[in-house]
């Protein structure tokens, strides 16, 4: 994309209006969405909204608030559904993140069905939560892990997929998006990989790929997929893990308590239908209905338009910053990558620029991106990390540029 794009193609795709954050701080440039995304004041009102209209305990009461409190519960489940293509609600279980998603895929149905002998296939792309259950699992259980490597531009080896995966490999767990440079994984290619190798469990961190692309589980043909609330427009502390009804029916709980039983005797206790079996305890409902609120605000805008949006913003910043000296950008080419921007620049540390960037209005994350074992092979401790949403428009991108050049300055002088 040329660098001189008329603004008027790069307005934000949802006004800063909506978000009130952002609407009562004009001369901030929040590019940090990656790590967590601004809310909406459709999600703050229905989070209010629940609570002042339906707040009591779903399930458990005999009274006309319990039972509106149940129905918005379902409804929210219904409608996440729908947002990622899962026809069957049952099977999308509430959990506080892709963290905690991951960790009970690894608990519940590794810990069954992962034994000495066997391999568990992870790639060296992932988040530290898509990383370490399975190393964990394996180290416990006696398997041996294998870990995928990148290609030159940060993307999983398919080659490589190819020839690790065999009739030994029990579960292979994958990121869709990068977060650390937004790589995303062509998910229908590794389906057909393993498929034609093995009868493993494919297991999808979805975390930055349901904020930003079109995502439907079904379609996908893989075995669990995960995501978060909190960075696709909805509350902290809420996501789903998306599951096969075979594969959770077969699983035992993740965890133990209220509403996840059938009958509790003496000695012994039965289980919850789907997706109780594994929702433990008081339901999150507010968070549920927030994070409805906020896939049903993403759909008004579209998620072709919302992958669009962020292509035209991440090809201009690509162009502009290609223009400084001394900047090193991480993972495929824009085409290939979701709204993430991730950089280094010459004899400045990550942490340093952030700190600089920070005291011209400019949000950006630096680190690791809890994604060590990336950081590596990259050989780097940490990247920069710009990152754009639904919100961001042509001059966050100058904003970042001009903070950037200040940095460069700054360090010039002081060398």
Not at 264 to 281: C, Q
Not at 311 to 331: D, Q, R
Request: negative net charge.
């Amino acid at each position: 994309m040329d660098s001189h794009t008329p603004s008027s193609m790069l307005s934000p795709l949802a006004p800063r209006a909506d978000f009130p954050l952002l609407a009562a701080n004009p001369g901030l440039h929040y590019l940090d969405s990656a790590a967590t995304s601004q809310k909406p004041t459709a999600v703050l009102d229905a989070l209010r909204g629940f609570y002042e209209t339906a707040n009591a305990n779903p399930h458990r009461g005999a009274y006309a608030l319990s039972a509106k409190a149940t129905d918005v519960y379902h409804e929210a489940r219904a409608t996440i559904a729908r947002f990622v293509g899962v026809s069957d609600s049952d099977c999308l279980i509430f959990t506080r993140g892709t963290t905690e998603a991951m960790n009970l895929v690894a608990s519940s149905w590794g810990r069954a069905n992962v034994h000495a002998g066997d391999e568990v296939v992870i790639t060296a792309l992932e988040h530290h939560a898509n990383f370490v259950p399975w190393q964990q699992l394996a180290l416990a259980s006696g398997a041996t892990l294998r870990v995928v490597e990148v290609t030159a531009n940060q993307s999983v080896d398919l080659d490589q997929l190819r020839s690790v995966v065999n009739h030994r490999t029990k579960v292979v767990a994958v990121t869709h998006v990068s977060n650390a440079v937004g790589a995303i994984t062509p998910i229908e290619e590794v389906v057909r990989i393993v498929r034609s190798r093995s009868s493993a469990v494919i297991v999808v961190d979805g975390a930055q790929a349901v904020p930003h692309l079109p995502v439907n589980f079904d379609a996908l043909d893989v075995d669990f997929y995960a995501f978060s609330g909190h960075k696709l427009l909805g509350p902290m502390g809420s996501g789903c893990l998306l599951g096969r009804r075979a594969l959770l029916e077969a699983m035992p709980p993740y965890q133990y308590g209220g509403d996840m039983i059938e009958w509790v005797r003496d000695t012994d206790s039965t289980w919850n239908v789907l997706p109780h079996k594994f929702e433990a305890g008081t339901p999150n409902a507010a968070d549920a209905v927030g994070l409805a609120a906020a896939v049903t605000y993403l759909t008004r805008l579209g998620m072709v338009n919302v992958r669009r949006h962020e292509l035209e913003l991440l090809a201009l910043a690509e162009s502009k910053l290609a223009a400084l000296p001394g900047i090193t950008v991480y993972g495929p080419p824009v085409a290939q990558r979701s709204g993430v921007l991730s950089f280094s620049m010459t004899d400045v540390h990550p942490h340093d620029l952030a700190t600089i960037l920070d005291q011209h209005g400019v949000c950006i994350r630096a680190g690791h991106h809890c994604a060590q074992p990336l950081m590596r092979r990259l050989g780097v401790s940490a990247t920069a990390r710009a990152s754009f949403y639904v919100y961001s428009d042509e001059s966050d991108v100058d904003a970042l540029v001009g903070a950037l050049q200040a940095a460069q300055s700054l360090f010039s002088a002081a060398s």
